[in-house]
């Protein structure tokens, strides 16, 4: 069965890192667009990141830019998100989302993302 399953969240200071992983099964990866989303209390969901299905092209929110990085291991079935200079404003829950067709741009609307894991917390708090 498709399953997207996000870790690596956690309680980090203003500056500090974290990489987030999502691990893919019950499908074949190198397949699809894959992305991440974030949530925050109160606001809309977002996209922060989304790269193509062989990695050749990424894409990612303003807010966002030089600071996060986004790449995949197909082999290992994973996506990441290493996330550098965290910020306050970068709490929110992370999602990870597969586009429901194989292949395309790598989008940041929600509408586009067809299968969604769980969420990881990530808090950037003193």
């Known amino acids: 069965q498709l399953q997207l399953v996000e870790s690596g969240g956690g309680l980090v200071q203003p500056g500090g890192s974290l990489r987030l992983s999502c691990a893919a099964s019950?499908?074949?990866?190198?397949?699809?667009?894959m992305g991440w989303f974030r949530q925050a209390p109160g606001k809309e969901r977002e996209g922060v990141s989304s790269i193509s299905s062989n990695g050749d092209r990424t894409n990612y929110a303003d807010s966002v830019k030089g600071r996060f990085t986004i790449y995949r291991d197909n082999a290992k079935k994973t996506v990441y998100l290493q996330m550098n200079n965290l910020k306050p404003e970068d709490t929110a829950v992370y999602y990870c989302?597969?586009?429901?067709?194989?292949?395309?741009?790598?989008?940041?609307?929600?509408?586009?993302?067809?299968?969604w894991g769980q969420g990881t917390q990530v808090t950037v708090s003193s």
């Open positions: 989302a597969r586009r429901l067709y194989t292949g395309g741009y790598p989008l940041l609307d929600y509408a586009e993302y067809a299968y």
């Open positions: 019950g499908f074949t990866l190198n397949y699809y667009v």
